[in-house]
Every structure is written in structure tokens, then in C-alpha cells.
């Protein structure tokens, strides 16, 4: 007789991007005249850069004919791909990241969240809170968490480290030391950053206690400040205790292509085993490479001219940033985020729950974004807006937020 997974049925209802989606279908169809501005699923908008396409096309081109054909690709990453990322996303950065550390993907999500697998069930998982899903749901999935508590709305067993106005949206060193420890910087959904000195910190903290950091640098491509660390492996020590994941999603664009990639250092060592040889083997079992034509897009990124469009791109978004920041301010929320990152987290106005605010956003300007809520306990009375809507779009809604 076969048997379930019973790890699953810990995970509660439904998934918060259904239940916005579901929510804006039934107000459209009540209201068919209503002119809805979506800043809350974090999906890019703009199309692929020209050099991008351009690779593509002659990717395919390559394809076509017998000489060029490609098949399976190296599960691992072609080199050409693995190189150029060891050299522009590492070592020009002064980290000492080879291209055999390197494992291409077809994205940070399914790495983020298979990379759990790698480690002892018992291992005890800290996040942040509030936190990108994930981290958590995978962890549950595999059996690393007790049962889900609907008071708290919090897994037993998991460390949750809020991050509050208080502290700045920062999370604090654990008191009770966890195994594993997931950060993300620049954060989704709050949009803060951490400086080097302050991850530094957690570098030091995971080495003292044998600790590995699953580091999600998803955004650093938004990162404008100086002291922010684009990667873990600028701190000192992180080859040692540090995995980091990274994306071409909202670098360049590739959200529906699909790429991205896990660095995994030689030197990181668990019970003296080096998690590079694990993860290779995990990624050669159960993953078939990602697309030839799909590593040739993202080798252009690196490009002199891919480079150029793709930064014009994000300088694009992040004008919206600025745009939402400075509008919502002007129209007297409290906001933060949006300098380093795509996202923008507000206070909602008068104590409101995260789902009044959303329901009124809607009613009132036709506008969506994500209830702070849906990322966890310390999200709630937060709003997530994000910047990659379309210039004119984001323009119009922050009017609109001025006449609420
Ligand atoms: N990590 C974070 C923090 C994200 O916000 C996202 C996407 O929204 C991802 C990873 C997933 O990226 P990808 O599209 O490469 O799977």
C-alpha cells in the first residue's frame, strides 16, 4: 500500500499568491471597468535585453544544424557559462570563487529549495521572519520542522528571527544556535540590505558554531551603496560556512527563461564531508543540465553590450522604487526598502491587518500588492509593493495612493 508523504499536509492552505490572484479575479469580475495596477507578484515586465535575444537567435541557429547541434547539456554548466560568472561575479569582486564551484541552474528557487537535501534531518533551520516561503516550506516537505501552530502561525522547531522596525529589519544572531541559517540580502519581501561589517558578523557566528549560511543574493544586482557586500564570499572566512544562491530572474530578466546558479566552495566542510562533492552529486542525479541556448542567453549578460542594457533595465526599476518610496512618503506612509532592492515595505495606515489594507488598496485604487502577513507573524500590519511594474503604471498608482 502506498503511503504519503505525511510532511506535506503540515503545510497550511493555500499559497498567498493564489489567494491574491483568486481575490483580484473575483473583484475584476464584480467591477469589469475597473482599471487594476498589479505591483505585487515580484515578476519583471520589460523584455529581454537585445543581446540577449540576440544569443538566443543564434543559439537556436546552432541547434539547427548537425555540426553545431547541442543535446544534453554538462549538468553541472557548460564552462563558457561557469567561467565568465567565476570571473565577473567573483573574482572581479576580489572573491576567491573558482568556475568548478560554480553549479548552473535553471533557477534560485528550485536550488533554495533542494539544498536542504544535502543536510541531516535533524539539522535545525533558522529564518528570518518575515521570510521568502521556501526556506521554510522545503524544510517542512523533507521532515525538519514540527507540526505548523495556527496561533503563531510558526513551525515547531524552526528559529524565527524577526526582523521589526525596532532593529532595523535586521535579523539578530541567534540565541539558541541553529544548524542551518537562511539569509537573503537584499531582502525580499522588506527590501533591506545588510552591511559587510554586520555579515561579517554572521560569518564569524557560523564558523564558531559549525553552522552553514544558505546566503540568497537573488537581488544584488540592485544593490547602489558602497559598504553593501555583493556576495557572502567578500567576508572573511565564507568559503568556509557559506552556500550562495543567485539568479538571472530579476538581473537580467530571465523569470521566464529560467537560470540561475549555486556556489558551493571546496572548503566547506560538514563532519569533514565537503558539501561541493554532495551537491554535485545531488545535481548530477537529479538534474539534467539547463538549456543550451538558455546559458548562451546568459553568458551575453556578461557581455560589454548585454552588461550595458541589462543595468539600464534595473536602473529602470529602480527608478520606480524611487518613485513608490518618495510618493508614499509624500502621501504620509511609513516606507523603507527600494534603494538596494526592487521592493518597497510599508506600515499599513492605522493599525490595519496586512489583508484590510489589501482589500481596501484594491477597492478603493485598484491596486495590488502582497499582505506583509503572507511572509510570516513579524509581516503582519506590512505591505510589499514592487517596483517592476511599467513606468506610467507606477506613476499612476502612487497618485492614486495620494487620494486614498
Ligand atoms: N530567491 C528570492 C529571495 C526570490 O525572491 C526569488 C524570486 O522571487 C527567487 C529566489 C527565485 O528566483 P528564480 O526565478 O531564479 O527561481
Not at 522545503?138 to 525538519?144: K, Q, T, Y
Not at 554535485?280 to 546568459?298: D, E, M
Not at 493599525?351 to 500588492?369: H, I, P, Q, Y
Amino acid at each position: 500500500m502506498a503511503t504519503i508523504n505525511r510532511n506535506y499536509l503540515k503545510l497550511p492552505g493555500s499559497y498567498l499568491f493564489s489567494t491574491i490572484g483568486r481575490k483580484v479575479k473575483e473583484y475584476g469580475e464584480q467591477n469589469p471597468e475597473a482599471d487594476i495596477i498589479r505591483l505585487g507578484i515580484g515578476d519583471v515586465t520589460r523584455p529581454l535585453a537585445p543581446s540577449i535575444i540576440q544569443a538566443l537567435h543564434s543559439a537556436v541557429e546552432e541547434m539547427s544544424k548537425e555540426e553545431s547541434f547541442k543535446g544534453y547539456a554538462p549538468d553541472l554548466g557548460y564552462e563558457f557559462l561557469r567561467d565568465i560568472i567565476a570571473k565577473k561575479d567573483y573574482q572581479e569582486r576580489g572573491c576567491q570563487i573558482q568556475a568548478d564551484e560554480i553549479f548552473v541552474s535553471d533557477g534560485a528557487k528550485s536550488d533554495c529549495g533542494n539544498i536542504q537535501e544535502i543536510f541531516g534531518v535533524e539539522n535545525k533551520i533558522a529564518v528570518c521572519d518575515p521570510v521568502y516561503p521556501v526556506y521554510v516550506d522545503s524544510n517542512v516537505m523533507a521532515g525538519r520542522t514540527g507540526e505548523y501552530d495556527v496561533a503563531s502561525q510558526r513551525f515547531h522547531g524552526v528559529i524565527y528571527m524577526p526582523c521589526t522596525e525596532e532593529n532595523g529589519f535586521m535579523p539578530e544572531l541567534p540565541k539558541e544556535v541553529p544548524d542551518l541559517i537562511y539569509l537573503c540580502f537584499p531582502n525580499n519581501p522588506t527590501g533591506a540590505v545588510m552591511k559587510k561589517a554586520d555579515l561579517q558578523r554572521w560569518v564569524d557566528y557560523a564558523r564558531e558554531h559549525k553552522a552553514v549560511i544558505l546566503y540568497d543574493s537573488a537581488y544584488e544586482a540592485y544593490i547602489s551603496e558602497e559598504d553593501v557586500p555583493h556576495s557572502i564570499y567578500e567576508c572573511e572566512g565564507a568559503r568556509e560556512c557559506a552556500i550562495e544562491f543567485r539568479s538571472f530572474s530579476k538581473t537580467a530578466g530571465f523569470t521566464g527563461l529560467r537560470l540561475g546558479y549555486t556556489v558551493v566552495p571546496k572548503d566547506l566542510l560538514v563532519e569533514g564531508v565537503a558539501l561541493h562533492s554532495l551537491w554535485a552529486r545531488r545535481h548530477g542525479t537529479k538534474f539534467n543540465g539547463a538549456p543550451y541556448i538558455v546559458q548562451k542567453a546568459g553568458e551575453a549578460v556578461y557581455s560589454l553590450a548585454g552588461r550595458k542594457e541589462v543595468e539600464e533595465q534595473i536602473a529602470y526599476y529602480m527608478g520606480n522604487a524611487k518613485i513608490i518610496l518618495e510618493g508614499l512618503q509624500a502621501a504620509g506612509f511609513e516606507a523603507s526598502g527600494g534603494k538596494n532592492a526592487p521592493y518597497i515595505w510599508l506600515k499599513t495606515p492605522n493599525c490595519m491587518t496586512s489583508w484590510e489594507f489589501f482589500d481596501m488598496l484594491l477597492e478603493k485604487a485598484n491596486v495590488v500588492g502582497t499582505p506583509g502577513s503572507g511572509f510570516g507573524p513579524h509581516g503582519e500590519h506590512y505591505f510589499r509593493l514592487t517596483a517592476f511594474g511599467s513606468r506610467e503604471n507606477t506613476i499612476r498608482a502612487m497618485e492614486r495612493f495620494k487620494s486614498l
